[in-house]
């Protein structure tokens, strides 16, 4: 996400996990406040054109401009049009080009890359990519990010933290990376958790704070529990927690974990849940600067399949046991105004754990917020975890 209008090779740079995830090739148009511009077969034809020439010469698979819009668009093309024109503007200056600076001289901007790839391989799980920014050390920040959410999206908070502290994160073998060479999990917990257990072993890692990211936060939270003096603090952003019935969720909660039940029960199921997820009107509260990045387990259905299992299973831990083991400090945050987290999972959380800890409710912002760049939090996240030093 930027504050700048990118050049096409930015943005295809930016949605390669979707473009690179979806089973068929994404159409592009003109959306939102350009959708009524037309676009004759001629520069139909040479916006492809030039798509084309940037995938061969830069390796990056690109979708197909089309005008006018189709009829029935899926999500992922609505997302990715939309994102188009928030980022890139109109195609106009595209289809007008005569072919000479079409392919910048200078390579990739970057603009997507993470910092510090390393692939992990660790006896009990898979091999895996994680990344990290920062000065090395035994310390380290460890962002455990919501199932299914490429780690792209978070580069910014890699870049934010990273001035005094090593930032590490890492991506899910089962959902990114080479994961059609591996066999459909079994979305069993202790796997998720044993991930960062080598993380923190790659990394020598000593004093881990973790910090789990809405759906994150039920592997930050037992990996917590589990590898008690190796984890110094724990924070929790918008939690999606599940204490039983006795604390309150969120009516999306409730209807997301079922409509991830059947879909993680056979590719079958999977696929047909998969239709009601590409109706554009799935995009609705999605901050379309978000949609193609939280699109992206949506873009196959073997990749959604896997999605719903693991996640499903996220949402079905049960955190009573681990929540009364830790130990550590504690950082809670939430909003009163979170329609997809309830508030007061975060609430109950606090006054379960065994440490000390510290519930923080802002007066708004919700799931999807808080995956957007924010100085507040990372402030939060400072000042929290150097409070105990």
């Not at 089309?66 to 997302?79: G, I």
């Not at 299914?148 to 899910?172: I, K, M």
């Not at 969120?250 to 696929?271: C, E, N, W």
Request: proline residues 7%.
């Amino acid at each position: 996400m930027t504050t700048k209008t990118l050049s096409v090779v930015e943005v295809l740079e930016l949605c390669q996990p979707l473009l690179g995830a979806a089973a068929e090739t994404l159409r592009v148009f003109p959306a939102g406040e350009r959708a009524a511009e037309e676009y004759g077969p001629g520069a139909v034809a040479r916006c492809n054109e030039v798509l084309t020439a940037l995938g061969s010469a830069y390796g990056l698979t690109v979708p197909r401009f089309v005008s006018p819009a189709p009829e029935r668009p899926s999500s992922l093309e609505v997302a990715l049009s939309t994102y188009c024109d928030l980022e890139l503007g109109s195609w106009r200056p595209v289809a007008e080009s005569s072919g000479e600076r079409d392919i910048p001289a200078d390579g990739l901007a970057g603009l997507a890359a993470l910092p510090g790839h390393r692939r992990i391989e660790a006896e009990g799980v898979p091999a895996f990519d994680s990344f990290a920014a920062g000065p090395t050390g035994d310390e380290a920040i460890v962002l455990v990010l919501p199932s299914g959410v490429p780690a792209t999206l978070f580069r910014p908070w890699l870049e934010e933290l990273s001035t005094d502290r090593l930032v590490v994160t890492y991506e899910n073998p089962y959902l990114f990376g080479q994961w059609r060479t591996l066999d459909t999990p079994e979305a069993d917990f202790a796997e998720e958790t044993a991930l960062v257990g080598a993380l923190l072993t790659a990394y020598g890692l000593r004093r881990a704070h973790l910090v789990g990211i809405c759906g994150g936060a039920p592997v930050a939270l037992d990996a917590a529990a589990a590898f008690g003096e190796r984890v110094e603090t724990l924070t929790v952003l918008h939690p999606d927690l599940n204490f039983g019935a006795g604390v309150m969720r969120t009516p999306f909660q409730k209807q997301f974990q079922s409509v991830l039940a059947g879909a993680a029960s056979g590719p079958r199921r999977a696929r047909e849940t998969l239709n009601l997820f590409l109706d554009p009107n799935m995009l609705f509260g999605v901050p379309p600067r978000l949609a193609p990045y939280v699109l992206y387990p949506y873009g196959d259905a073997e990749l959604f399949h896997r999605y719903a299992k693991q996640n499903h299973a996220l949402m079905a831990y049960d955190a009573n046991h681990a929540a009364r083991r830790v130990g550590q400090r504690v950082l809670i945050a939430t909003s009163r105004t979170d329609r997809m987290t309830h508030p007061e999972t975060a609430h109950h959380f606090g006054e379960l754990v065994a440490g000390e800890a510290t519930v923080v409710e802002r007066d708004s912002g919700n799931h999807h917020d808080i995956l957007i760049p924010d100085a507040e939090i990372y402030t939060m996240l400072r000042e929290f975890i150097g409070g105990g030093a």
